[in-house]
């Protein structure tokens, strides 16, 4: 998956509503294996229901996927690699994930964003990834993101190298940042 031109808004593989980043019912069962995705927004989008709880994405399985190109450029992922909200007994394993480039917004590489029930993030490899948004604390560039309502997440055996900002003065950057929204 790589679209020509701007990266703005685009995404590499969607489960979502009707429109793209709006809540989609029961997108249950899906693997996504074997993929690389480079010059998009966000790599892997994942928007499931959140009530009822069975119109969450279930067992969703995402490995053995590279995103990100071979080295910093044009073709760099913008925004996040994987973006999942809404989901239960989620995998996310053995992906690659480079050289992400984020100037605008608080994104993370791997971002559980909310009501995510269950599930193992493990043995990815993360790398070379900048920021140039000024943003400290909660809203740092991080490579694993587990944010609201996000439980009984393993998250193990991954490699994180070279998570950092860009910015003359500084900012924040995280390898992991866990519940941190509540």
Aim: proline share 2%.
């Amino acid at each position: 998956v790589c679209p020509s031109g701007s990266t703005a808004g685009t995404y590499g593989i969607a489960f979502s509503g009707a429109t793209v980043n709006t809540a989609g019912a029961d997108n249950d069962g899906n693997t996504i294996t074997g993929y690389t995705i480079t010059n998009v927004s966000y790599g892997i989008h994942a928007f499931g229901g959140a009530s009822p709880a069975s119109a969450a994405n279930d067992n969703l399985v995402i490995s053995g996927n590279i995103i990100g190109p071979a080295s910093m450029g044009i073709d760099s992922i913008g925004s996040s690699a994987m973006f999942i909200r809404d989901a239960a007994n989620l995998t996310v394993s053995g992906n690659t994930v480079r050289n992400i480039s984020v100037s605008a917004g608080t994104e993370r590489v791997i971002s559980l964003f909310q009501g995510v029930a269950g599930g193992t993030i493990s043995e990815n490899s993360i790398s070379n990834v900048t920021s140039s948004v000024n943003s400290l604390g909660n809203n740092s560039i991080g490579a694993i993101y587990l944010g609201a309502a996000v439980s009984n997440v393993t998250v193990s055996r991954n490699n994180i190298q070279s998570v950092w900002s860009t910015l003359a003065a500084g900012a924040g950057a995280r390898g992991i940042l866990a519940n941190s929204e509540g």
